[in-house]
């Protein structure tokens, strides 16, 4: 029987290896042209570079890009502008691209290796924001330490070609790097001040964008009709002098600070950048960003926010609305099921999370965030329980602004979930983009006194030790990381992993020695079951006959079967004991899987190839939609895009383990519960198609020691022999005297060894 489970396993790989390399070789697939912001850039007017550059960005901006201007208010032309730097080894974990379209953070780039986009695999440039010239393609931001500067190229260039293809316009830009690999050397031709030169650029892996323009939505319509993608940690205008946000502010001449452009400069420092607008009526507001350096503690993922206002010429009464970050990781939503204290699988992928002092972190449903079901659209900020922190949490990612504790602390009325744009695809309600929104209360502000208001931005992953270092005082943001009700488990699991990763180097080799450390913990008592079992089935002829006894009456036939028990030390639930044991520790490290960052993108063998390149997610062996029903393979699916080899496998040995060890069926009424068990089986390899892959490499490892405990080390059944009277019919059951005799006779062998 174990040879023909072997062989059909075998056979069955290699008919999938086989099927998916002719598929490769036969029907190749062609490259998919990326949707990238660099095309989308052809949408909106020029943009340009970064902090130190300001004054030359200023002077080559297109003035037909500029805002229109309203009456009495000063246009300023379309900018983008970067803080920090892609190079891992800088102090600043982070490439932040600001725009002067709302004073806003368009995106931030993670400079960390271990962080990088999971979807799009192809060779990264650097955001460019490219937009269409007569000769081609003009550069009109370059981030540090990204390829492109590394090669030397600089805003305002207009790129020709790239790879040996024409780049005429943004998307064909998109498409031929869309064809490229990291690692590969690109040739680029471009045109600089009217000469034409030429750079050679080394691409990279695309880093992970934690905080992005959602493009997969609607745009956002602003107050004037004019639609955009929305960006970050935007500004806008509350109330004015008692008129609230939703009746018309005729001194903005119906617009939205968002929606406009700010002036940009650096700071006297260097190391920011300080947007200004000034609006019709003379009232002037700031916002000044900067990367945080320095301090105990620096975490690199952190960006200063000062917001300003100020009214030059009269006392006037203001209430300001800032905006969270849009557009967090997306990554697993087709097959994670995200949990929350009070919510279970009702969560979408990203959802609006908040903390006032002396609570814990609460989290809005973004879900019922787009449906408008929430039972409290705003919450209320109490006068004695101040925010510490407001923004939206990812599966492995968050971001948020805190408000300063001490110093410029801003006075703030309430905090409200609000869904950006809508989903493409009604199916699709699980990827709302959705912001969190601060609103200030009322502040009068005097002629010629400015207010000003710190806040600190948060854009990173969900480390607890990193996470400890941002929010108020007892009420920080690293209760975001949730286990769910298996916590207890998982954070010594976790640690344990990581141990034992330091050590191997390989989260794959470590949940194998986790397994080997599990079960050879609980083989005392896993042995102490295999006995139990067999004493069990030796008992059968006797439970037999007590069956057939007291056939009319279960209380006399409870107790004949307590008292057989008895008299031969049988515990049946001796038997059930590792089964508890495991369930706590399988979801454990499920959520742990599910939960820790750690293992995010931890591959098995390498992340070169796909299969098993991520343990915290499905093993993802072979791309099969274009073979099966839509209603199977799409994302929302019950199968989802990939054929999943290790789940099978899985499953097989499940199969394997209980062909071996449950004896055949000596009636009617087993042979059916064994049969119920097989389809079992079937249901449960498609609850667990989905799991991720290091589960299923637990649960391999697990069952193999499994195999070889009960075949090498635990005592092995002897022949079948008649039991009382009684003739005995299960081939691997014995009389217990049979079973004491055969393991003393083995000790006494052992001894005789030594």
């Known amino acids: 029987m174990e040879r023909r489970y072997v062989l059909f396993f075998a056979i069955a790989l290699a008919i999938v290896i086989t099927s998916q ?5 036969l029907f190749p697939r062609p490259p998919v042209p990326a949707v990238t912001e660099d095309a989308a850039a ?5 943009e340009s570079p970064a902090a130190g550059e300001l004054a030359a960005a200023s002077d080559a901006a297109d003035p037909a890009g500029a805002a229109a201007s309203e009456e009495g208010a000063e246009a300023a032309p379309r900018m983008r502008l970067t803080l920090g730097s892609l190079d891992p080894a800088d102090p600043a974990k982070m490439l932040v691209t600001l725009t002067s ?13 271990r962080f990088h986009d999971q979807e799009d695999r192809s060779g990264y440039l650097g955001h460019l924001g490219a937009e269409a010239v007569a000769e081609g393609c003009r550069i009109t931001v370059v981030g540090k330490a990204t390829p492109a500067d590394l090669a030397g190229l600089r805003p305002g260039d207009i790129i020709v070609r790239a790879n040996g293809a024409a780049t005429s316009d943004p998307v064909a830009f998109a498409d031929v790097l869309a064809g490229t690999r990291p690692g590969q050397r690109v040739p680029i031709e471009f045109v600089r001040g009217g000469s034409p030169r030429a750079v050679e650029a080394t691409l990279i892996r695309r880093p992970l964008e934690v905080v992005r323009p959602e493009y997969r939505g609607r745009p956002v319509v602003d107050l004037d009709g004019q639609p955009h993608d929305p960006l970050s940690f935007c500004l806008s205008l509350e109330t004015r002098d008692g008129r609230r946000r939703r009746e018309p502010l005729e001194e903005l001449g119906g617009q939205e600070l968002a929606a406009v452009d700010w002036q940009a400069a650096a700071t006297a420092d260097g190391a920011g950048v300080a947007f200004t607008r000034t609006l019709p009526g003379g009232l002037v507001a700031t916002k000044e960003f900067r990367i945080v350096s320095g301090g105990p503690e620096p975490s690199g993922y952190a960006l200063d926010l000062i917001v300003g206002l100020e009214s030059p010429d009269q006392k006037t009464v203001v209430s300001y609305a800032l905006d969270g970050p849009t557009g967090l990781p997306t990554e697993g939503w087709w097959y994670t099921q995200r949990v929350w204290h009070e919510f279970w699988s009702s969560l979408a992928v990203r959802d609006v999370a908040m903390r006032f002092v002396g609570g814990q972190s609460a989290m809005i449903s973004g879900l019922q965030t787009l449906d408008g079901t929430l039972d409290r659209p705003a919450t209320t900020v109490p006068p004695d329980k101040p925010l510490s922190f407001a923004g939206v949490d990812a599966l492995y990612f968050a971001s948020a602004v805190l408000p300063a504790t001490e110093g410029d602390v801003p006075d703030l009325a309430e905090v409200r979930s609000i869904a950006v744009g809508d989903p493409s695809e009604p199916a699709r309600k699980k990827l709302v983009n959705v912001t969190a929104r601060i609103i200030s209360a009322d502040t009068a502000i005097d002629a010629n006194e400015p207010l000003r208001h710190r806040y ?11 996470l400890r270092q941002f929010g ?3 009420a920080s943001m690293d209760d975001l990381v949730y286990y769910g009700w298996f ?3 998982a954070r010594p699991m ?6 034992l990763h330091a050590v191997v180097r390989n989260y794959g080799v470590a949940i194998i020695l986790l397994t080997v450390i599990v079960r050879g913990a609980m083989f005392p008592i896993s042995r102490r079951q295999a006995i139990s079992s067999q004493k069990m089935q030796a008992l059968q002829p006797e439970m037999k006959v007590i069956n057939e006894k007291y056939k009319n009456d279960s209380e006399k036939r409870g107790r004949a079967v307590q008292d057989l028990w008895r008299k031969h030390g049988v515990n049946p639930a001796a038997g059930c004991l590792p089964v508890f044991i495991q369930i706590p520790i399988f979801m454990g490290l499920y959520r742990a899987l599910a939960t820790d960052v750690e293992l995010r993108e931890a591959p098995l063998f390498t992340t070169a190839i796909r299969w098993c390149s991520n343990l915290a997610a499905p093993d993802m062996f072979w791309d099969w939609r274009g073979y099966l029903p839509e209603f199977l393979v799409t994302p929302e699916g019950w199968l989802g895009p990939f054929l999943n080899l290790l789940p099978l496998v899985t499953i097989g040995l499940f199969l394997w383990q209980q062909k071996l060890f449950m004896p055949p069926a000596m009636d009617e009424q087993q042979r059916m519960q064994q049969q119920v068990m097989n389809y079992m089986m079937l249901f449960m390899a498609v609850m667990f198609f989905k799991v991720p892959c290091g589960l299923c490499l637990y649960f391999i490892a697990s069952s193999l020691w499994g195999i070889a405990e009960r075949l090498l080390w635990l005592p092995k059944p002897a022949a079948a022999t008649a039991a009382g009277g009684v003739q005995v019919v299960d081939a691997v059951s014995q009389p217990v005297s049979a079973v004491a005799e055969a393991s003393r006779q083995r000790r006494q062998a052992r001894k005789r060894l030594r």
């Open 42 to 46: 052809t949408r909106e007017p020029p």
């Open 472 to 474: 108020a005082p007892q």
């Open 494 to 499: 976790i640690a344990l992993l990581h141990g």
């Open 21 to 25: 390399m002719l598929q490769s070789f």
């Open 487 to 489: 916590g207890w488990v």
């Open 101 to 113: 379209r709302g004073g806003a953070i368009e995106r931030i780039e993670l400079s960390d290796e």
């Open 456 to 466: 600190t931005i948060f854009a990173g992953p969900k480390r607890p030790e990193l």
